[in-house]
């Protein structure tokens, strides 16, 4: 397979450095998906109210199910170092373990107050770890609000796991990323069909099936936020994959090939393998390409899936980028998509709010996607927006998602259309 590469990519596009206010949730925003996905896990955020109200929320509330997240609360006695937090924190645990016999994976998320109280939670997850090993593994990472967008927390949960993998010289592939389970099914049935294997995930959806790692393991990471991951991964000994990122029919093809180059998989068994359902996925997304084609788009900086998006709205929906804004560019991990974004967007990272949004007003694109903060003020001055956080609530990699993931863009098109039409009639 070869990819119809652009005249000139956004590989070297100079980017718009910013560096001024932000509006984004923060990284503990990711444990509403982590703890869907890890089902013996339970992520322990040590903060204030205003965190647990976020998280509740964000997730709603659990009647059915026993919940796998919850907050241990710093009053203000710790707060100003009246009391021993540690202490306090052992004491919680040690009765949520009491309780919860089925926890093997115990997260502690650092909060904007336990970090302005500097408490220490990587000290407290290696002292908790020794007390309640070998039954449950006590983990510790950030997802404050202080330098983080909301993807960065499950980066630095998946991060903290690495180094305490098992080490494994087998030659085996490692797909990383939350992905939820149907869709991960669905890659895993992809791969076999290529006769790539063994394949590992990380993360494991129990503590007792956590992948190995070393120096025969290479990696193809899922998600494009993942950078400290990779990172950690590499130290590791383990190889990256460079791909694009498998949003879209061509996104999926192109991520599948890099694997199956490394793979060995002959191209007559990966086009038997491909072609249906990548015809499947072009025609899903042909039923939205027809609302968004020739439309524009603006990517205020928010999940860090900017990039691959935009490269799936230009090439596969017939979209033009207007701007393509990302909290973070690691080019390492998104090159391959800039590389099929044809130039033309301005490509910013970071950013100061009051400026994008003030060329976000002079370019009046017709879809801008954004956070959950800018989205509503925007609607009220005419523009149509998608929240950004619901890429990744939703199912949107691989073929058999294509189709949503193009809905979910066309929606908010349609609807302004229909609000249109109905105020002129
Ligand atoms: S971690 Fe910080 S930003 Fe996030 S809810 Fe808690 S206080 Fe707010």
Redesign the pocket.
């Known amino acids: 397979m070869s990819l119809d590469m652009p005249a000139k990519g956004c590989r070297d596009t100079p980017v718009l450095k910013e560096r001024g206010q932000r509006e984004v ?4 925003t990711g444990i509403i998906w982590l703890h869907r996905k890890m089902q013996d896990a339970f992520f322990l ?1 040590v ?2 109210r ?2 647990a ?3 509740q929320s964000a997730a709603g509330v659990m009647i059915f199910a026993e919940p796998r997240f919850g907050t241990a609360i710093l009053e203000e006695k710790d707060l100003a170092g009246l009391a021993d937090a540690n202490v306090e924190l052992d004491r919680e645990v040690a009765r949520l373990l009491s309780r919860r016999p089925d926890i093997r994976q115990l997260f502690l998320v ?4 336990s970090e302005v109280i500097k408490l220490d939670l990587g000290r407290a997850a290696e002292r908790l770890s020794g007390q309640h090993s070998p039954h449950v593994r006590v983990y510790s990472y950030s ?4 330098e983080t967008t909301f993807t960065q927390g499950e980066d630095a949960c998946l991060a903290a796991m690495v180094p305490a993998l098992p080490a494994t010289a087998a030659r085996e592939l490692l797909l990383v990323g939350a992905l939820p389970d149907v869709v991960e099914d669905q890659a895993l049935a992809l791969l076999a069909a290529l006769g790539v294997g063994p394949v590992r995930c990380l993360p494991a959806r129990r503590a007792g099936d956590m992948p190995s790692v070393g120096a025969n393991t290479v990696f193809a990471l899922t998600q494009p936020f993942l950078s400290d991951t990779r990172e950690a991964l590499m130290r590791r000994g383990a190889r990256a994959l460079p791909a694009p990122f498998p949003f879209g029919e061509e996104g999926t093809t192109a991520w599948l090939q890099a694997i199956a180059t490394e793979f060995g998989v002959s191209p007559e068994v990966f086009e038997a393998v491909t072609a249906a359902p990548r015809a499947r996925a072009r025609k899903s997304v042909a039923v939205h390409a027809d609302t968004l084609a020739g439309k524009s788009v603006f990517f205020f900086p928010d999940s860090q899936m900017e990039i691959p998006l935009a490269r799936f709205l230009t090439r596969e929906c017939g979209m033009t980028a207007v701007e393509v804004g990302t909290p973070y560019l690691n080019r390492d991990v998104v090159g391959p998509d800039l590389d099929l974004l044809a130039e033309g967007p301005v490509i910013s990272e970071g950013q100061d709010v009051d400026l994008q949004l003030d060329r976000v007003r002079s370019s009046r694109p017709d879809l801008t996607v954004c956070g959950l903060g800018l989205a509503n003020p925007l609607e009220s001055e005419g523009l149509t927006t998608k929240w950004a956080i619901e890429l990744v609530f939703t199912p949107v990699h691989f073929y058999e998602q294509a189709g949503d993931l193009a809905g979910l863009f066309s929606r908010p098109l349609r609807r302004r259309a229909l609000l249109s039409q109905e105020a002129a009639e």
């Open positions: 949730f923060c990284g503990l955020v903060g204030s205003t965190c109200h976020l998280l650092g909060s904007c107050p997802g404050s609000g202080i």
